[in-house]
Structures are given as C-alpha cells and as structure tokens.
C-alpha cells in the first residue's frame, strides 16, 4: 500500500485493512468451534458460536461505514479505490460464512438427539478440516500479498465439491438402510451443505482479493464439482 501525503489517509485504509484480518480470524473460528461442537455434541461450543455472529456482523457494520466515509471524504482513486470496494466485498462473504458457521451450530442439539453413525461423523469432520483450511488461508494470503497463492486457493474449492458429493451419497445411503437414522442425517445434510457454501464464498473472497492485488478478474468458468443434483433420486 502506497503512502500518502495525507497520514490520516493511510490510517484510514489500515483501520480497514485491520478489520478484514479481524473477520477473517473470527470466522474461521466460527466454523472451528461450529464444526467442533457438532462432532462433539457440545452445546454450549455451539451457543458460542451463536453469540459470535453478533460480532461478525457488528464488525462488518464498522468496516462498511468506515469505507463509505473513507469514500466520501477522500474520493480514493485507481488501487485504493480498488481496495475499499474490494474490502466491502470480501467482509460481505466473511459475514456470511460466520452466518453458515451459525446455521452448523444450532443444528447441533438436534443432531445429538439421533445416534449419527460414527463412520459418517468421520467423513464430515474430514470436509470441515478441508473446509477450515481454506478459510484461514485465504485472508493470510491476501495479507502478504500472494496472488498466485489465492488463484490456487480458489481452485482448490474443487475438491470441496467432491468431498461434499461423498458426503451427500453417503448420508443417503445411510437414511435408505436405516429410517432411524433419517433425522439425524437429514440435519447432517444441511451441516454439509453449509460447508460447502462457506467454501463458496472463501472462492469469492479469494477473487475479490485476487483482484485488489492485480487489477485483474480472474477467468469466470472456475472449476465446479458439486454433482448433488444427479446424485438425488427422482422425483
């Protein structure tokens, strides 16, 4: 980041810069301890991750009206600009994860009423890492500055999608051999599906971050491997 003649200019965007690194840190320990309080059945875990959301959203509340007065009062040009509307853009989908994060916690008194098979606890404890991985890496590398790193990053949601197919399959499979096992897995299923779009939006951020570093969009037809839909029976 450039300096400028004016310090309270450079204040202003580190102070943005600063809440992203924040949102960041807190959402990936939303979907830790979401995850965590799920395979554990701990609910007061999950009532924290809960009460975390305020957080989130009081935070992106101070980034969005901390980049529209930096907007109005500095009229930011070229890379800065780029930065402040990239910033509002990136906090917008940590918002959202912390709110998938949420949605995974307050399923988890409902999935611990069922006996979920251990086998499938397994496999989405393996998506949640996968998961968890991606969202703290996505705003370290746009921390230092690692273009390349975050074009990989927004690849590798891929193997998310496939993971998130496994997992789909499996659960079905479970709920045809067993009804008992239907609420529980049903649950799961929407536990799954908030990872995966938590994966989603670490790909958005890692565009947009993409973006600010360069000046350049990545190619639109990223890789997509979500094969749900053919997965699910007919109607």
Excluded: W
């Excluded at 009532?47 to 500095?74: F, H, N, P, Y």
């Excluded at 397994?122 to 991985?133: E, K, R, Y």
């Excluded at 929407?190 to 600010?212: M, P, Q, S, W």
């Amino acid at each position: 980041m450039a300096e400028h003649t004016v310090a309270s200019f450079d204040e202003d965007l580190r102070q943005i810069s600063r809440l992203i690194n924040d949102m960041g840190d807190l959402a990936a320990s939303m979907v830790g301890a979401s995850t965590r309080a799920l395979l554990e059945t701990d609910n007061a875990l999950a009532q924290r991750v809960v009460s975390d959301d305020a957080i989130m959203d009081a935070r992106q509340r101070e980034l969005d009206d901390r980049a529209i007065t930096l907007i109005a009062k500095r009229q930011p040009m070229a890379d800065d600009l780029r930065n402040v509307v990239g910033s509002i853009r990136m906090a917008g989908d940590l918002e959202r994860i912390g709110d998938l994060a949420k949605n995974i916690a307050k399923r988890v008194g409902s999935v611990g009423v069922g006996a979920a098979p251990r086998d499938l606890t397994h496999s989405i404890d393996s998506m949640a890492q996968m998961v968890l991985i991606q969202v703290q890496a996505v705003i370290q590398e746009y921390t230092v500055g690692d273009a390349t790193a975050l074009a990989k990053l927004r690849n590798d949601d891929e193997r998310i999608d496939v993971k998130y197919t496994s997992v789909f399959r499996e659960l079905l499979t479970y709920m045809m051999e067993d009804p008992r096992n239907i609420t529980a897995c049903t649950h799961l299923l929407f536990c799954a599906k908030n990872l995966e779009r938590i994966g989603d939006h670490v790909t958005n951020i890692a565009e947009n971050a993409y973006y600010v570093l360069t000046g350049t969009q990545l190619p639109a037809n990223r890789p997509k491997q979500d094969e749900t839909a053919m997965s699910a029976p007919a109607a």
